[in-house]
């Protein structure tokens, strides 16, 4: 897609070019508006430029997907976990859903309340009516009736610490076919390398590694991207990992997307419950569950 230039009229959809190369073709500039991306004279602040792009970024990886589902079937369904204000789920329909004249939907999962009615405000202003935004944590998402039992994009852009987590196990149980997570910090594994950090020093010499606090940190928050990564593939899922935009925008900036493709499970199983042990982690099991583990 290919970025449109024009400084559009206040309530109308970009249709040209101009010097706002940020604003898209087909775009809903009162949207943008009501979403403090633009001001009401139509102009961008730093914050909301380095907020866009991250979100633009990321529907380049997203729109793909939404074509590859609409390829199979009539409609396609995505749940936003950790949507705060729904900036991504907003520029996404605007974008794709839009323009759908089906039953695909997206629906934004979040626990501040405030925040959800907003977002159900600004989807009746812009009559987006495949659009749905529910007050209930991730957890309680995976258990509500108020979901379809299948879902095939589930999508979580920095949901706050374990949110993350449990976004894969909501996937997981959708038989999603794509999941795209840029994971938030995450601190219940550094919690639990610490905890056992002393009995680990006496095991290995490879606990220097995350014998300093601040290591310990930060070693826990890649170890926790990398028991995802192997928990989904021990699903079946091929995952790929790459940059969501430079350090200069975000420091948490790693994106995973992960593909279900039927792949081989047990070797990505067993990596996993070895690095589990070999870390000291083994109280994580139920975190990182797998099926061959659940078989066990
Ligand atoms: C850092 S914000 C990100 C918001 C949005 N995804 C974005 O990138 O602009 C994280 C959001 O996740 C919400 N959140 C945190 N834990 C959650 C949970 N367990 N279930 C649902 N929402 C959660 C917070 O209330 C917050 O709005």
Sequence with gaps: ????????????????????????????????????????????????????????????FIEPLLKEVLAEKESVSLVDHGAGKSYLGFIIYDLFFKALNDNSHI?????????????????????????????????????????????????????????????????????????????????EVATVLKKNKAKSLAKSALTEIWRHP??????????????????????????????LVGWEHSMKNELIIATYKNLPRQRPSERLQEVLETLGLEEMGNRFFTEQVAKQ
Excluded at 214 to 229: D, K, M
Aim: charged residues 25%; proline residues 4%; neutral net charge.
């Design 214 to 243: 601040i290591h310990t940190r930060e070693f826990g928050s890649q170890i926790t991207n990398v028991l995802r990564c192997l928990q989904l593939e021990a699903h079946g899922y091929q995952v790929n990992v790459t940059e």
């Design 1 to 60: 897609m290919k970025p449109n230039k024009q400084v559009a009229k206040i309530g109308a959809t970009v249709t040209g070019a101009d010097n706002m190369p940020e604003i898209r073709e087909g775009q809903t500039v009162a949207l943008l508006q009501e979403l403090h991306i633009l001001t009401r004279d139509g102009k961008m602040n730093q914050d909301s430029r380095r907020k866009l792009k991250q979100v633009y970024h990321l529907y380049q």
């Design 107 to 187: 629906y934004g999962i979040e626990t501040r309340e405030e925040l959800v009615a907003r977002s159900q405000e600004l989807a009746k202003q812009f009559n987006f009516p495949g659009m749905s935004f529910l007050p209930l944590s991730v957890a309680e998402s995976t258990e509500s009736k108020l979901l379809p039992d299948q879902i095939d994009v589930v999508t979580a852009l920095h949901a706050c610490n374990t949110a993350t987590d449990d976004a894969i196990h909501f996937a997981l149980k959708k038989k999603a076919k794509y999941m795209v997570l840029v994971p938030c910090c995450q601190a």
